[in-house]
């Protein structure tokens, strides 16, 4: 009996160049950050300015961290571990999520939960 350890796959030229691209963009379309399941390193965001993201700020294993006196607007879903603020004295510094769980995401459609 023999047994087959490895194999090429290679798709046909014709099918690469519309299959890459498509696949990435239904995978991250309405990502406005993205760090990957199990990225554990701190995502931070030092600014003076106010930051809007309109699209989902996608980090489950990922601590966010605001530090300094802007503001962070997700206007999204927002997926953390973890989220701390350090800002100067005096500061009012805030971390608002507009997400309604009725509204479409943006260029994907209605959220879906999967257990």
Known sequence: MS????????????????????????IFTGLSIFAAPGNTQTMRFQSSRNVTLPGVLYGPSTRVSMEDTGDLRVNSLMVVDALSMTTVP??????????????????????????
């Open 3 to 26: 047994a087959i350890t490895s194999a090429d796959v290679t798709l046909p030229a014709r099918d690469a160049p519309e299959r890459g691209p498509l696949l990435l963009w239904m």
């Open 90 to 115: 005096g500061s009012d510094a805030s971390v608002t999520v507009n997400y309604s769980p009725s509204a479409l995401l943006p260029g994907v459609g209605p959220p879906v939960l999967i257990r």
